[in-house]
């Protein structure tokens, strides 16, 4: 087991990580800026033994989140500022590092009532637009598209949606210039996997820095759900206000924490603001055949019917 400690502090969702663990993914800051958010290891065995049972996955009470990765590490996120981290035999630093950037980051976000969707994001025209999904929808190969034909990322993964004050405009924070992309998608995009590194447990997976990358709060415009399907055809159709609801539920990430965290009212008025002030739509595409190119076209011709793109 190796564990280094560092204290270096990094930009990610509009906050300040202090953290005692090398998170390279991230914008390093100067070390006088005060931080947000803290990761440091301590020992919270008594803890997680006292609140855990063999039935759950998962500790959730307010404002605290727990889990066990078994041989690596326990992890106990609180009041939206502190991940804590307790080495295991089998401690990886890789492994950790997927996740504090997933899970710990998601719940962080949910703690502070920022509403985490599970996909990509992209600037388009100066607002910023979603693409949620299952896993292996292609989202983040969309992006990716995107972002190779001028337009910047936002997110990839975990999409941080906010509100400013008392303005009724959602808006998406970005994340951190990087990507995870399947190899698969790498030979579409004419990428070569030796260029990256593959993520840890996922060998035909990498991680791809991002220069096309916009670092601006932007002003949700739009959320497409993307799904493979057997028809040969791609198909958009916009999604009805009340199975919006269920959508933007059911792409929140981690999803499973709103209830034990008591946050389903705060859910249910926070995706309604949403809902009354974006267009959703619904895009499925071929599994059989690469459609990252056609679909591209086809969503900025969709954004473009209800404002025409000035430039990208």
Request: charged share 20%; proline share 4%.
């Amino acid at each position: 087991m190796t564990h280094i400690i560092t204290n270096k502090i990094y930009k990610a969702y509009g906050f300040y990580l202090k953290s005692e663990i090398s998170l390279p993914e991230l914008p390093q800051v100067c070390s006088n800026v005060i931080h947000d958010i803290e990761i440091i290891t301590e020992d919270v065995t008594d803890l997680w033994v006292q609140l855990s049972d063999t039935y759950n996955a998962f500790v959730i009470k307010e404002n605290l989140v727990m889990f066990q990765v078994p041989n690596i590490a326990i992890f106990a996120i609180s009041n939206g500022n502190q991940i804590l981290i307790t080495p295991l035999e089998g401690y990886d630093e890789d492994v950790v590092r997927l996740y504090i950037l997933g899970i710990c980051m998601g719940s962080v976000l949910l703690q502070r009532k920022i509403v985490p969707l599970h996909g990509s994001a992209v600037e388009i025209n100066g607002k910023a637009y979603a693409f949620v999904g299952n896993s292996g929808a292609g989202k983040s190969t969309l992006a990716s598209t995107f972002v190779k034909q001028g337009f910047k990322l936002l997110s990839d993964d975990v999409i941080a949606v906010i509100f400013k004050d008392d303005n009724p405009i959602p808006y998406v924070t970005p994340s951190y210039p990087q990507q995870k992309l399947w190899e698969e998608s790498l030979n579409k995009l004419d990428m070569e996997a030796k260029d990256y590194r593959s993520i840890y447990g996922r060998e035909t997976k990498y991680s791809v820095p991002v220069s096309n990358y916009s670092s601006e709060n932007l002003p949700l415009a739009g959320v497409f759900e993307i799904m493979k399907t057997d028809n040969d055809d791609i198909k958009i159709s916009e999604i009805e206000k009340l199975e919006s609801f269920y959508t933007l539920y059911y792409h929140t990430f981690q999803n499973c924490l709103i209830q034990g965290l008591g946050l389903m009212d705060w859910h249910f008025k926070t995706t309604t603001k949403i809902i009354e002030n974006i267009k959703m739509n619904r895009v499925q595409r071929p599994v059989s055949s690469y459609t990252a190119p056609q679909l591209v076209s086809l969503i900025l011709s969709n954004i473009m019917e209800l404002a025409p793109m000035v430039n990208k």
